[in-house]
């Protein structure tokens, strides 16, 4: 070959001055073109937007052509020192052409020193290659170059002046038509293809130029030897290939015949170096497509690819047919029809881009490609689309199609057919394809206490509505339905893991096309309806944050949902599952309360009974009313709460089975126990006591509601997580049987107990008689060891009650016996009552008195005021 540094024509000067070639191969040595062949440098945009990449270390040349069609191997500038690509069909004719030029050529040079000169000497500048037509049998291909003889380039002096002086004597050599073969000898002598070269004059003195123009008929030869050469050289397994020209030329200078010469030449090829030139899709389109009368429809992809032809070379592409092949589950299986894919005529032009159209049909999905893989849950869809949609290159085989194409000649079709191409095809991310996310109707389920350990039915559920706005790529414009949804996500608070959510089992949904405007992409609103989805709450401090937020924030919590979805999308080739999308958006919700915490409960006592009782605790249940003032509900199967005052716990209550809804709640069943000194000793009792003497007696008291990590049978860190705050709300109003919530007589009844309803007192007997309402139903409590005062006017006593022997109250109203009375004859109360007589006024009362409830007893105090008595003599 040419020492001259512009590119040679099918390799680097540099690897061809080191090859080991034949001698009858030498002459492909000294070949030269001024300009490469093929070029590879792209930098088009994708239609995605994005641009090409460096990738390298792919270990065929087939692999590395084809990465590189998506990611690109560099600029222009570092094609010079990687080596120039190339595009088979074009290095084959131009190989073609320049061994048809040096098998001619050479045969006028010999015998021994012209030959050498030849082969040194011989500039051949290839200056334009086209396809001139496409017969039925092969094309006609226009090649023109420039010839010259540069003795210069002769390193022997002595084979340069022969050499000089034989030409110079010739002046001009002239060939007659001949039929080049071209053979590969690794392949058993393959004959690839035959060319029909017409008359060629050429002057070969030193420095003078020849412009060769002509056209040669190229046919194929052995189809299947050039389907195997191509599959190997797709599959990596060609190294080096070696190329062997033959033909028999007849010669002559000027009137002098020089006889017919059988002359051959060969090239040695390296297989790294047959490169296929880069592609960028700059536009796809998915729609819907009519296929018959009937009503049938299919879907239909138009896609444009741009391609840089850098080299001189110029021909029409006549339309071809392809089938689009997908992989199987193991790659020892056939690969998976999937569409089928047809080209425009495509007009290349020299040193220019080249815009591909192509029309891809999907009539059907089959039913290999959506069936499960052996011992897994995906199938072969799923794996390709599970790189495509996390922006992972994927790969899709492209196969010539063997159906008759009126425009297609037979020959090409032969070929095609049976060679199978990967190409790449670029991923693409959906990082932003969740615009909103909402979730509705919220209800929480707490776990039920009978379930199996790691169930659902272990963890807290929850159902409600989701709704979500996606957005839908701007090449998907075809009818979709999101049919059902399934996902696994994790949810996070202020960037920690709060916990995964386990959406696992299909959810039904139903979604409806947002038509784009002001130049956005089209949306895609989905709503699901989910029920009792299992939250496995991993880190409690989260969770506990999270619950607090809620309760006394008084605003939106946001949380960030990064989830995993799979959607069954129905379409016009049917339902299909797209599984694993990545969806991350936040969640706001909605707070439980409005920032006063539980104040709003407006909780009730009602129909309280006594279960069981001991020396220091009642067991009881009650039916309570209260109002849920947040948009939620929640399914309660079981919790346990301790109940506490001035810090410390006092009892506990149970719940089972209960539906929280919004708004107001009846007859709620809780089972409690009362047990200060059970749960805090003798500390306990104290404060147990202080507690029930201030209730009685009308004060303000509250209670705080609190878990323990046994609150939620088998969840403890549950439990834990919302220990850490407590619940405080007022104490709930006991009502009473015989003394209702309604007024009487349009006095307002306010919230505070009223056990003693009414007083008679009898001066002449100094006895009093009490009007008494006991809270509980079911059950008769005793009174004993009373020591009580009465007042008038809050401090001037009026008499004295000590009474030690026990008396009892009935559930409802009900009288007490006649007490024994020690009067303040010398106060202002006295007299207060004396003037009473026959009538009513107003007493206060302050004393303890021990209640006595079956086994368990407590001695508490009790100031009453606003009692009305009734003076009898």
Not at 39 to 51: A, L, V
Not at 770 to 791: D, G, K, M, V
Request: proline share 7%; charged share 20%.
């Amino acid at each position: 070959m040419s020492d001259n540094p512009s590119s040679p024509l099918l390799g680097s000067p540099a690897r061809s001055r080191s090859s080991s070639l034949s001698k009858d191969s030498r002459h492909s040595d000294d070949l030269h073109e001024d300009t490469p062949l093929l070029s590879r440098s792209d930098d088009t945009p994708r239609y995605d937007g994005s641009q090409d990449g460096a990738e390298e270390g792919v270990p065929s040349a087939a692999a590395i052509s084809l990465r590189s069609l998506q990611n690109g191997h560099g600029s222009s500038s570092s094609l010079a020192s990687k080596g120039v690509r190339r595009w088979p069909a074009v290095v084959f004719a131009a190989l073609l052409a320049t061994i048809i030029i040096a098998i001619t050529l050479g045969a006028f040079f010999a015998p021994g020193a012209v030959e050498e000169y030849a082969k040194e000497a011989l500039v051949i500048e290839p200056t334009n290659l086209s396809i001139d037509s496409i017969t039925s049998t092969g094309v006609n291909a226009r090649i023109q170059a420039s010839f010259r003889m540069d003795a210069s380039r002769v390193a022997n002096e002595h084979i340069r002046n022969i050499g000089r002086f034989g030409t110079w004597i010739a002046h001009k050599v002239e060939t007659q038509e001949a039929k080049v073969e071209v053979y590969l000898p690794e392949y058993g002598n393959l004959l690839i293809g035959t060319a029909t070269v017409p008359r060629v004059v050429v002057n070969i003195r030193n420095g003078e130029t020849t412009l060769i123009d002509f056209i040669a008929a190229l046919e194929p030869g052995n189809i299947e030897g050039i389907r195997q050469v191509a599959n190997d050289w797709l599959e990596g397994r060609l190294g080096t290939l070696r190329v062997l020209g033959k033909t028999n030329v007849g010669l002559k200078t000027g009137l002098i015949p020089l006889g017919t010469q059988t002359i051959s030449e060969s090239l040695m090829l390296e297989g790294d170096h047959l490169t296929i030139p880069e592609y960028n899709i700059t536009r796809l389109n998915f729609h819907e497509i009519p296929l018959s009368s009937s009503g049938r429809r299919g879907m239909a992809a138009d896609v444009s690819l741009s391609v840089i032809n850098s080299y001189p070379v110029k021909f029409t592409i006549p339309p071809l047919g392809f089938d689009i092949l997908v992989p199987n589950c193991v790659t020892d299986d056939p690969y998976i029809r999937l569409a089928e894919a047809t080209t425009d005529i495509v007009a290349v032009n020299p040193i220019s881009e080249v815009e591909v159209g192509v029309e891809g049909v999907i009539r059907e999905l089959p039913e290999s490609l959506i069936q499960d893989c052996p011992h897994t849950k995906s199938s072969p869809l799923d794996l390709l689309l599970g790189d495509y949609i996390h922006g992972q290159e994927t790969t899709v085989f492209v196969r010539g199609s063997s159906a008759p194409n009126e425009h297609t000649p037979e020959w090409i079709t032969q070929i095609i057919s049976s060679v199978t191409v990967p190409v790449p095809f670029p991923g693409r991310t959906f990082d932003k394809l969740i615009r909103n996310f909402s979730l509705e109707d919220t209800n929480f389920s707490l776990p039920d206490p009978f379930a199996e350990p790691g169930s659902d039915e272990a963890n807290p559920r929850i159902s409600g509505n989701i709704n979500v706005i996606a957005s839908l790529p701007k090449e998907m414009n075809f009818g979709l339905n999101v049919t059902r949804v399934k996902a696994t996500a994790d949810v996070f608070y202020k960037g920690d893991k709060l916990g995964v959510l386990n959406l696992r089992k299909w959810q039904k949904a139903e979604s409806s096309r947002i038509d784009p405007t002001d130049g956005e992409e089209a949306m895609l609103r989905i709503q699901s309806l989910i029920k009792n989805v299992p939250l496995n709450i991993t880190d409690s401090d989260v969770f506990s944050d999270v619950i607090q937020e809620l309760i006394f924030g008084g605003g939106d919590v946001i949380l960030e949902i990064q989830a995993l979805v799979d959607v069954e999308v129905s379409t016009v080739l049917g339902k299909l599952p797209v599984k694993q999308m990545p969806a991350n958006g936040v969640v706001p919700v909605k707070p439980i309360s409005t920032g006063d915490g539980f104040r709003n409960l407006n909780p009730k006592v009602g129909d309280l009974r006594v279960l069981s009782t001991d020396k220091t605790s009642l067991n009881f249940e009650a039916r309570v009313n209260f109002t849920n003032p947040s948009n939620y509900t929640a399914q309660i199967p079981f919790i346990n709460i301790h109940v506490l005052n001035n810090g410390s716990v006092v009892g506990e209550a149970t719940v089972r089975n209960v539906a929280v809804v919004k708004g107001n709640n009846t007859n709620v069943l809780v089972q409690a126990t009362w047990g200060p000194a059970k749960f805090g000793a003798e500390k306990g009792r104290n404060i147990g006591r202080e507690f029930i003497s201030q209730y009685i007696s009308g004060f303000n008291t509250s209670l705080t509601f609190q878990a323990h990590n046994e609150s939620i049978p088998h969840q403890p860190r549950l439990g834990q997580a919302l220990s850490k705050f407590g619940i405080e709300i007022p104490t709930p109003r006991l009502s009473s049987p015989g003394h209702g919530d309604d007024g009487k007589d349009g006095e307002d009844i306010d919230d505070k107990p009223h056990f003693i309803d009414a007083a008679i007192f009898h001066l002449f007997s100094s006895k009093a008689e009490f009007i008494l309402i006991s809270p509980l139903q079911h059950s008769t409590i005793f009174l004993q060891n009373i020591n009580a005062t009465a007042f008038y006017n809050h401090t001037e006593p009026v008499g004295r009650i000590e009474y030690d022997l026990p008396f009892k109250v009935p559930p409802g109203r009900s009288t007490t016996p006649r007490l024994p009375v020690e009067w303040s004859f010398d106060s202002v109360g006295y007299e207060r009552i004396k003037e009473a007589l026959g009538g009513k006024m107003k007493l206060d009362g302050r004393g303890t008195v021990e209640v006595k409830l079956e086994h368990w007893s407590e001695s508490v105090w009790y100031i009453g005021s606003g009692i009305g008595a009734s003076v009898k003599l």
